[in-house]
């Protein structure tokens, strides 16, 4: 495995890893629970010197990493108050760092120069974690033509950037139906849901990742709580990184609106 170039990233301890439960755009400018527990990271978090998220919102034939020096703030949604399509978060790229990922990986990655950004994936998120967005930050897609162990696997692949100051992030949602969303009911949850969000806390809790890569094989819950795969699959490429000697722990845990898991995991 190459090294990263000097003037690039230093040594450093091992840093943590997140998966980050992120809901509805609308946590980017709200004041509540969840946004409430992202800031805190914010301040207990090592600072890192450069951010890699992966979002459930940026799904591509192939994996790429955005490869451009001022990333774009995507507005990927609609039928939200214009408060929310004013939000920018104007973290700096790092074309240099794409391009040793790329070189370190031995999965295939291509450079995206110019077409994606930061989706609200992972702008809802950063915004709370780091407001200033004054940390280089980049994107990697998901491949959604790629079975779930082509994630957890890639995920190895960027274990390096753990011990150079990369934090590595994983944006979605372990339970997603949009389709059975009760919109009345803020907490509201679903058996099913429920079943699922604590059946998949456990495994995580117990290191049993092989039966959260199987997650497409586990019943008729899993199908429900789990209709496409886009924002469970963050939740793959974090555990992908955990070591042996990592602590692991949840935040956010709970059920909104029948449907949604806000989980998030610390791992480290």
Known sequence: MKLLHKNELSP??????LFVGHGSPMNAIEDNEFSQTWQQLGTSLPRPQAILCVSAHWETRGTYLTAMPNPKTI???GGF???LFEVQYPAPGMPELATEIKENATTNIGLDRSEWGFDHGAWSVMRHIYPKADIPMLQLSIDHFQRPEYHYSLAKELAFLR???VLIVGSGNIVHNLRQVNWQDENASYDWALEVRDKVNTAILDGNHQSI???QHQGAAFQQAIPTAEHYIPLLYALGLQTKADK?????DKIVMGSLSMTGVMIG
């Open 12 to 17: 450093s301890p091992l840093m943590p890893v």
């Open 75 to 77: 507005h990927d949604f």
């Open 81 to 83: 108050p214009r408060e």
């Open 163 to 165: 011990s150079h100051g």
């Open 213 to 215: 890569i199987d997650f």
């Open 248 to 252: 692991v722990s949840l935040f956010n």
